[in-house]
Structure formats: structure tokens, C-alpha cells
């Protein structure tokens, strides 16, 4: 009996020992294709070629544009390259219009080119551009006060946007100001925002839906500025006129036009659009897929949207998000060519639209959406990634803090989770997969003060990418990535209980997200 207890010990001594050993390995084999991800991403980078192709050769890429059609078909030829099976799926249509230069001039009372831009989908000018009287849209008491004023405005060029006190930055109010100074400048921009809004709530509308009661009474053109409170930049994005040119014009020659219009100059500009309508095109999604070894059938996405708004060429909203995702593919196609899961890389469409691209998917798919493993989305600037929240995945810590471990220590101490977290009901691709109860999660990055200087501005450009960040961030993607295709079986789908909302009632998971898949122009 005691022999038999000895030899039954031994045996599982060994057992375990074998168990033991064969973590060991496979800990150690995930080491090593780790740090050939990490040398692969150091040594042989191609992020500048990627950037310097799609942001300073094709530029900026509004949804149905000819520059969006141009964006497929190059990441269908990269990922072609690249090994993958790449192709552009229509999803549905829409307006197709192609910006051209653009030229606004005060004509009195004197001669002065200024800093503008027409919106996208703007109507454009006649030929010799139109030239009128600029007005100035005043404060409103009340609703009446706005309809009386609309008698005034038929031939004139409206400036719709609040004309700021300043035009310098908080920062530097705060840095060169007294205290007592920079504190009466705080009381001072918070009641004009607050006059300003108040009057913008008698008008019944938005400053983007605005231009449209504006053409209905005479007017012949829109002049806004959308300052994001640093010198210089503003936020383009869209006119919803239909027959008038609508422009966005820097502060500070917007201020210019403003102050001559208060009091009483009168002055005169000449907008020049020549943009192009060209009918309807197509939307797609750029998909590229490298087929599981074990398990073709289950998959790992890559998310990151392919649009652009135009007004400057879409670096960090969301080039920067593709390039990641695209060398993340390298890399992986070199260190890891024998993946267990599918790989899936979807370029979305339409998604400043809405989420679009990427809902259409969800919804034309439902074959692959049941067999996600995960989705990793990146969309928020060139920033590295430092939080990662759980999207109400219960046991989402389970996995992804299990998976964190394995980057590289300087990566993995930056970044913060939240686990579970709540499900997102729109803001970027990764909520509409989450919608579906999908585990899906937003990749969210250091600011580079992404919300004032380059988020949907006229100063989205090339030379705003922090290439060692983004090359980080490819590094961190390709290895949650391999990690996830390797992960044995596919991760729990559970959901949390959601909270009980202020007004005392039970929390649902959202489901609010439905692609648009046309324009309705």
C-alpha cells in the first residue's frame, strides 16, 4: 500500500512537473515572438512611408470623394502585398463631392486675402466668385427678435460665429496675466458663451444647420469661425446648404470682418469655392484578411476608420490609426506568419458620419461578428496608448490583464484599465461591435492636445505625428493581437448588470447604433 502511495506521488509529481515545464515553454515562446515584434517594429519600420503615402500624397478623405476612393484602393494594395486577402466592400452611397481651391478676400475697405476655407459639400460659387456686403448676426432676446432680423440679411454674407474676446489661449492668459486679470477674463468668457448660447437657442438651430434658414431669406453666403481657443486653428467640417457657399475664416481675420461690421464699415469679401459635385459614389470598408492556420473560421480585428473630414488631410483623425494597424500586420506576417485565428484589419468608412463603415459591417456579417475573438479600435490621435477600459465585458480583466503582461515593462507600466467598464454608445467603430455584445475596445492614447489642435482642424497634418508613439502603439497591437489568436479558446462574451441611471431606473446595453448608408442627396 505505501509503495503503491510512493509510485502514485512520483507519477504525479511528474505530472505536474511535465505541466509546469510546458508553461514554462510556451511563457517562453510567447517571450520570444514578443521581442521579435518589439525588434521587427525598431529596426525595419515602415509607419513613414505609410503616413507619408496616405496623408501627404492622397491627402484627405471625405466620404464619396475621388481622395476616399483613392485611400481604398491603396490599402487594398498594401494588404495585398502584405500577404492578405484585401478587398473593398460596398456598404451603400453617398454624395460625392471634390473640394478645389478656395479664396476669400475683403474687397472693402480694403484689400486684404484672408485666412478660409470652403465647409465640405458646400455649394459652390460662380464663377467670378460672389462678392456682397458682410453682416454681422447680433445677440437675440428672443425668438421675434431672430425673425426680424432675417429681414435684414437678403444679398448680405453672414457671419454666424461668436467673435471671442481674446484670441489668445487659456495658457497663456493664465502664464502672463496678473491673477486678478486672468480671473475677470474667465467671468468675462463665461458670460459671453452664455449670452451667446441663449441667443443661438432663438434661432432654433445649430450653427451647421443654421445656414439653411439663411438661404431661405436672401442670403448669398456664410461665413463662420470655429475656433478651438489656440491661435490659428479651427475645426472644419460640413455645410448643409443647398444653394449658398458657406466658409470657415480664421479668428483673426474673422474678428477683422466682425469688428468693421459692428460698427458700422460695412465691408465687402469675395468667396471663391471651386469645388465639384460629382453625383453619387459608392461607400466601402477596406477589409484585408490573413486566414487562421487552426482556426480560420474565428477572428482577431484590427479597427481603425480610412475617412477623414477635409480641411487639412487627416493625420491624427485617423491616418494614424491605419498605419498602426497596417504595421501591425507587418509585423506580424513576418514574426508570426503561422496564426491560429484569423486576422482581420477593417478600414471603416463613413465614419465621421456616424459610425457607418463599421456598423454596416456588424450588420452584413453576422457569420463573422459571432466568431470575433476580440477588436482592438484606435482613433483618437498619435498619442501612445495608456488606457484601455473593459466595454461592460465582465471578465474582460481576465484576458486583457493577462495579455498586458507580456508587453514590454515601460509599455505595459503606462497603461491604466478599467475593468469592466461600460459599454459605449457611440464616439468611435469599436461601439459598434460592443452594441452587438462583441468584445471590442477603444486603444486610447496621451492627448498631444489632440482636441484643440488637430481633432476635425485645419491643422490635421503630417508633421503633427509623433512617429516613436505610433511606432509604440503598432507594437502594442501586434502583440495583444498574436496573443489573442493564440488565447485557446474564444474569450467570454458576459456582460455586467449596468447601473441604475438618475432617474432611479435600470440601465440597458445600448444598442442605438444603425448605419446610414446613403447621404439622402
Not at 202 to 223: C, D, N
Not at 236 to 264: C, H, T, W
Not at 282 to 293: D, H, M, P, Q, V
Not at 506 to 517: C, E, H, V
Amino acid at each position: 500500500m505505501k509503495e503503491y502511495t510512493k509510485q502514485r506521488n512520483l507519477k504525479s509529481f511528474g505530472l505536474a512537473f511535465l505541466l509546469l515545464s510546458s508553461t514554462a515553454i510556451f511563457a517562453q515562446n510567447k517571450d520570444a515572438v514578443v521581442a521579435a515584434i518589439v525588434r521587427e517594429a525598431q529596426v525595419n519600420s515602415q509607419l513613414e512611408n505609410y503616413a507619408f503615402e496616405l496623408v501627404d500624397m492622397i491627402g484627405p478623405r471625405l466620404v464619396g470623394s475621388p481622395q476616399m476612393q483613392q485611400a481604398h484602393d491603396w490599402v487594398v494594395k498594401q494588404y495585398t502585398a502584405l500577404g492578405a486577402d484585401a478587398r473593398n466592400e460596398a456598404y451603400g452611397e453617398w454624395r460625392s463631392w471634390e473640394r478645389g481651391t478656395s479664396q476669400v478676400t475683403m474687397t472693402y475697405p480694403r484689400i486684404k486675402s484672408l485666412e478660409g476655407t470652403q465647409l465640405a459639400f458646400s455649394p459652390t460659387t460662380k464663377e467670378k466668385g460672389v462678392e456682397a456686403e458682410v453682416l454681422a448676426m447680433p445677440l437675440f432676446r428672443s425668438q421675434a427678435d431672430f425673425q426680424s432680423w432675417l429681414k435684414t440679411v437678403k444679398g448680405k454674407i453672414v457671419l454666424i460665429g461668436m467673435n471671442p474676446i481674446s484670441g489668445r489661449s487659456d495658457a497663456n492668459w493664465k502664464e502672463s496675466a496678473s491673477a486678478k486679470a486672468y480671473e475677470k477674463y474667465q467671468a468675462l468668457k463665461s458670460e459671453q458663451l452664455r449670452q451667446w448660447e441663449l441667443s443661438m437657442s432663438y434661432t432654433g438651430s445649430t450653427r451647421r444647420t443654421l445656414p439653411l434658414a439663411l438661404e431661405a431669406v436672401g442670403a448669398v453666403g456664410v461665413i463662420d469661425s470655429y475656433w478651438t481657443e489656440l491661435p490659428g486653428i479651427t475645426r472644419i467640417f460640413d455645410a448643409k446648404s443647398r444653394q449658398i457657399p458657406v466658409f470657415n475664416v480664421a479668428l483673426e481675420d474673422y474678428g477683422l470682418l466682425y469688428r468693421m461690421a459692428e460698427r458700422g464699415v460695412r465691408p465687402r469679401i469675395l468667396l471663391q469655392g471651386k469645388s465639384r459635385e460629382l453625383g453619387t459614389a459608392k461607400t466601402y470598408n477596406s477589409i484585408a484578411e490573413i486566414k487562421g492556420k487552426e482556426k480560420p473560421n474565428e477572428y482577431v480585428v484590427l479597427s481603425a476608420h480610412l475617412d477623414s473630414w477635409d480641411g487639412a488631410s487627416g493625420a491624427t483623425d485617423n491616418a494614424t490609426g491605419v498605419i498602426t494597424m497596417m504595421e501591425a500586420v507587418r509585423i506580424l506576417r513576418k514574426v508570426y506568419p503561422d496564426n491560429k485565428r484569423t486576422i482581420l484589419v477593417g478600414n471603416w468608412g463613413s465614419e465621421e458620419q456616424g459610425l457607418n463603415g463599421s456598423s454596416a459591417f456588424v450588420e452584413d456579417h453576422p457569420d463573422i461578428a459571432n466568431n470575433i475573438q476580440v477588436v482592438w479600435n484606435q482613433d483618437n490621435g498619435t498619442g501612445r496608448i495608456v488606457r484601455i477600459a473593459g466595454s461592460g465585458f465582465e471578465k474582460a480583466y481576465e484576458y486583457i490583464g493577462r495579455w498586458l503582461q507580456y508587453l514590454p515593462e515601460e509599455f505595459r507600466n503606462e497603461i491604466q484599465t478599467s475593468f469592466p467598464g461600460m459599454p459605449g454608445t457611440g464616439g468611435s467603430d469599436h461601439s459598434s461591435f460592443v452594441q452587438k455584445g462583441i468584445p471590442a475596445f477603444g486603444l486610447s492614447s496621451t492627448s498631444w492636445d489632440y482636441g484643440k489642435v488637430t481633432w476635425h482642424t485645419n491643422r490635421d497634418t503630417y508633421d503633427k505625428i509623433v512617429f516613436d508613439e505610433v511606432r509604440q502603439n503598432a507594437i502594442i497591437v501586434a502583440v495583444l493581437t498574436y496573443l489573442a489568436c493564440e488565447e485557446p479558446g474564444l474569450v467570454s462574451r458576459d456582460k455586467i448588470v449596468l447601473p441604475i441611471d438618475k432617474s432611479g431606473k435600470q440601465m440597458s446595453w445600448p444598442t442605438n447604433l444603425q448605419s446610414k448608408r446613403t447621404s439622402g442627396n
